[in-house]
């Protein structure tokens, strides 16, 4: 399974990013999706996540200025990053789990500097 991570870049502190994964996999819309990420000499955590159903969960660290959503029909999941803060700097991977297996995307760079 190939997951395709892209819309990193260099923003200033307080400017948005969206993140889109493409995840052109049938069992998509059966998939939990989910965004990490890894800041350098940092373990890689979760940042946002959206079961099948439609709920989610968020890092407490970017609850009110991050959403995750989905588009089913284009197998494809979005992560709107609003307000960021030098601490959100770091490369954002996109996750696929279905059942026990899990797959990774290649990972986007986001930096955000003044």
């Known amino acids: 399974v190939q997951l395709q991570a892209s819309g990193g870049g260099l923003v200033q502190p307080g400017d948005s990013l969206r993140l889109s994964c493409a995840a052109p996999?049938?069992?998509?819309?059966?998939?939990?999706m989910a965004w990490y990420r890894q800041a350098p000499g940092n373990q890689r955590e979760m940042v946002a996540r959206?079961?099948?159903?439609?709920?989610?969960n968020y890092a407490d660290s970017v609850k009110a200025r991050f959403t995750i959503s989905r588009d089913n029909a284009k197998n494809m999941v979005y992560l709107q990053m609003n307000s960021l803060e030098p601490e959100d700097t770091a490369v954002y991977y996109c996750?696929?789990?279905?059942?026990?297996?899990?797959?990774w995307g290649q990972g986007t760079q986001v930096t955000v500097s003044s």
């Open positions: 996750k696929l789990n279905w059942g026990p297996r899990a797959y």
């Open positions: 959206m079961f099948s159903t439609g709920s989610t």
């Open positions: 996999v049938s069992i998509f819309s059966a998939s939990t």
